[in-house]
């Protein structure tokens, strides 16, 4: 096993190459990146098949304060993404499959307003799941104060100890924040993680990118073009 003296710190097993560590190996570039970057090779899968027995689907952040105009923090790519997700739910709930939702869920002087304005205050408009998403009496609602799904909520023990699935289907808002940070958490967790690239939604085309080259690379996930490229039997 041999370890390179690059900043990238790649590992090479037997002295071959993954064809990720080839194309960590083979970048050369400035360490202040120019105004112009490349993007690696998107890893799509043309299609994944999961068990509604032991996969949960969870939809981060789907609130009015990303989705919808006059939002605080809108996101206009986010409502295009509404329609995918609501068919990826409905195919979902039809199969019995788990549902959970994050909820960024902020307070009067909370210190994420000194990153971002105020957004998603508790009880406001902002801080409700869109209509278009609304949760069924039984679906697990997980309030959360940071990017990340998992910390501080109860979404690990519900996935884990309660419904005892091994694998996650996450879409929503912010693909590179709060999705991300969801999906590098239940990654973490081992959890198989599958992103569809039409049910998540940035503020530009590398934050989408970077979201799902992370997931099919760190994380070893499945990515998939469409939220119709996941087929979900019982």
């Known amino acids: 096993m041999l ?14 190459a993954t064809q990720l560590d080839k194309e960590i190996i083979d970048m050369t570039f400035p360490y202040i990146p120019g105004e112009t970057v490349k993007v690696p090779t998107l890893a799509f899968k043309d299609t994944v098949t999961l068990s509604a027995a032991d996969t949960a689907l969870i939809i981060v952040d789907m609130q009015n ?3 919808k105009p006059g ?16 068919r990826l739910l409905e195919t979902a709930r039809s199969a019995g499959m788990h549902v959970a939702y994050t909820m960024d869920t902020m307070f009067k002087d909370d210190p994420e307003f000194a990153i971002w304005p105020a957004h998603t205050v508790e009880g406001t408009w902002g801080w409700q799941i869109i209509d278009e998403l609304k949760p069924l009496e039984g679906e697990l609602i997980c309030p959360k104060n940071r990017y990340d799904g998992f910390y501080g909520t109860w979404l690990e023990h519900f996935l884990t100890y309660v419904w005892r699935v091994k694998q996650v289907i996450i879409v929503g808002t912010v693909a590179n924040i709060c999705v991300l940070h969801t999906a590098a958490a239940a990654g973490l967790r081992w959890f198989h993680v599958v992103m569809p690239a039409d049910g998540i939604s940035a503020l530009t085309e590398f934050d989408q990118a970077l979201t799902l080259h992370q997931v099919s690379s760190l994380y070893t996930g499945s990515i998939v073009r ?6 979900i039997g019982k």
């Open 3 to 16: 370890f390179t003296n690059r900043p990238e710190f790649v590992m090479i097993r037997a002295g071959t």
């Open 65 to 67: 304060d990303f989705v």
């Open 71 to 86: 939002g605080s923090l809108m996101v206009p790519a986010a409502e295009g993404t509404v329609g995918n997700i609501q």
């Open 226 to 231: 469409s939220v119709d490229d996941i087929e």
